[in-house]
């Protein structure tokens, strides 16, 4: 493909990350329409969108989605409870309720965005993916039309369910696609390395200077179950390693403009490379 571009809209950038279950609708439409802005301006593009699940799904995995009432035998056989069922969806119901947000805002602007539901489609097993059929996916992008993702809680063949974030959705489908971009827009300019006093922007992070970074870069803005922001680095460290030429940003879409500008080829934020 000309310039496959993956972006993802941060659950923290579209959503009131601090208050349960609460879109930011207004940005949700600018956002869309920077997005189309940038398709316009650009039409080499070829556009996998993601986003998080913000105020929506983590609070939910938080309220409703206890493990501990779902024990594994020691066959490695699942034993069902009730509870847990409900509570998976329940975070089910949330992420998908979020994801509906988001869909119409790019409908709003004229964005040709069809939802592809992890939850479908993926499976794992003690958490890692297994099987996903990217066959509506694939046809999405051969035909012009993009294809959005979201944290999603799946089914796993061991643990019951399992809750995955947008960037381990997206270390997996770039092992299929081989992406020349990530973009990752969140509420921060750059990662910092002194969180959460925000006076020191780092640039670029390669391999070789994560390991005296890793123990000062951490915390969210709000509940994430998912791991935080160094949980994010280590996962595209790990990505860009395994994929020639890939590079990731990491940089603000508070700031109108920025997904426009980052998403038509300009530097923001921080990026990440293998050297």
């Known amino acids: 493909m ?37 398709l316009t301006e650009m039409s080499s593009i070829r556009l996998v969108l993601g986003h998080g699940s913000g105020s929506f799904g983590h609070y939910a995995v938080q309220e409703h989605l206890n493990p501990d009432v779902f024990p594994v035998s020691k066959e490695g056989r699942p034993q069902s409870d009730n509870r847990y069922w409900e509570g998976f969806a329940e975070v ?26 992890p939850s479908a489609a993926a499976t794992t097993s003690g958490g890692t993916i297994v099987s996903w059929d990217l066959t509506s996916l694939h046809a999405a992008l051969n035909s012009g039309v993009v294809p959005l993702i979201y944290g999603d809680i799946v089914f796993d063949q061991i643990q019951g369910g399992k809750v995955l974030s947008t960037e381990a959705l997206m270390w997996h489908l770039a092992h299929h696609l081989q992406p020349r971009r990530i973009l990752l827009a969140g509420l921060e300019a750059a990662v910092w390395a002194d969180f959460p006093s925000r006076t020191s ?62 998403l038509t080829g300009e530097a923001l934020g921080t990026s990440i490379a293998s050297d």
């Open 201 to 262: 922007a780092i640039e670029k992070i390669m391999p070789s200077t994560f390991g005296p970074l890793a123990d000062r870069i951490g915390g969210s803005h709000g509940p994430d179950v998912t791991g935080g922001m160094k949980s994010k680095v280590a996962e595209m460290l790990a990505l860009v390693q395994a994929i020639p030429g890939l590079t990731v940003q990491i940089f603000s879409g508070e700031e109108h403009g920025n997904v426009r500008r980052a």
């Open 2 to 38: 000309d310039d496959l571009v993956f972006l993802k809209l941060g659950g923290s950038l579209i959503t009131e990350k601090t208050q349960r279950y609460t879109p930011r609708l207004d940005k949700l439409l600018s956002l869309a329409g920077e997005i189309h802005a940038a």
């Open 92 to 117: 089910w119901y949330r992420a998908s309720q979020l994801n509906r947000y988001v869909i119409d805002a790019m409908r709003q602007a004229g964005v040709p965005a069809i939802s592809l539901a």
